[in-house]
T-cell receptor, first 108, second 112 residues
Framework: DAKTTQPPSMDCAEGRAANLPCNHSTISGNEYVYWYRQIHSQGPQYIIHGLKNNETNEMASLIITEDRKSSTLILPHATLRDTAVYYCTFSGTYKYIFGTGTRLKVLA | DTGVSQDPRHKITKRGQNVTFRCDPISEHNRLYWYRQTLGQGPEFLTYFQNEAQLEKSRLLSDRFSAERPKGSFSTLEIQRTEQGDSAMYLC??????????FGPGTRLTVL
């Protein structure tokens, strides 16, 4: 089964960039990297996904290494509302395997 | 709001009782997933439907659990003879083909 490794927790000052790493060394060539976040007591919220190239949307940027074994989610200007648990996962077919994620705390 | 709704949002039941949860996916999505999440853990895959066909069931889904998706629209997840270990958040997600999954708000089950 797909497996990801993330640091359990990180702090970030409000207004600064938050860089959240993820290792996914077992990813296959056709599997996308997905990032979700979960704010307390809510369902996971989709953030961004990518295959090989770096991606950017209105929420975040995703940097994937050339060997695709790791990626970094970047929140360019973190706000207090970005405090959440962030999960990376990957899937080429249908099933997400989530780890325990990174608990990001944005500090005022 | 992702467009995926779940009902009820909270359920408290006594051990041994049966419970049923409902998920309404985004209307054009043909794939529907159920996950379970316990405190401090990420969501764990339970089962997956493509249209009305249930294509995979995790070994986490014991014989007391059954899921249906009649007519390929909404889905129900039933737990029979609930146990305290069933206490968790039950999450539903939907997607169009093998694509991004959109999660509902979840149903929090507490078994006393």
């Amino acid at each position: 089964d797909a497996k990801t490794t993330q640091p359990p927790s990180m702090d970030c000052a409000e207004g600064r960039a938050a860089n959240l790493p993820c290792n996914h060394s077992t990813i296959s060539g056709n599997e996308y990297v997905y990032w979700y976040r979960q704010i307390h007591s809510q369902g996971p919220q989709y953030i961004i996904h990518g295959l090989k190239n770096n991606e950017t949307n209105e929420m975040a940027s995703l940097i994937i290494t050339e060997d695709r074994k790791s990626s970094t989610l970047i929140l360019p200007h973190a706000t207090l509302r970005d405090t959440a648990v962030y999960y990376c996962t990957f899937s080429g077919t249908y099933k997400y395997i989530f780890g325990t994620g990174t608990r990001l705390k944005v500090l005022a | 709001d992702t467009g995926v709704s779940q009902d009820p949002r909270h359920k408290i039941t006594k051990r041994g009782q049966n419970v049923t949860f409902r998920c309404d996916p985004i209307s054009e999505h043909n794939r529907l997933y159920w996950y379970r999440q316990t405190l401090g853990q990420g969501p764990e895959f339970l089962t997956y439907f493509q249209n009305e066909a249930q294509l995979e069931k995790s070994r986490l889904l014991s014989d007391r659990f059954s899921a249906e998706r009649p007519k390929g629209s909404f889905s129900t997840l039933e737990i029979q003879r609930t146990e305290q270990g069933d206490s968790a958040m039950y999450l539903c997600a939907s997607s169009l083909l093998p694509d991004t999954q959109y999660f509902g708000p979840g149903t929090r089950l507490t078994v006393l």
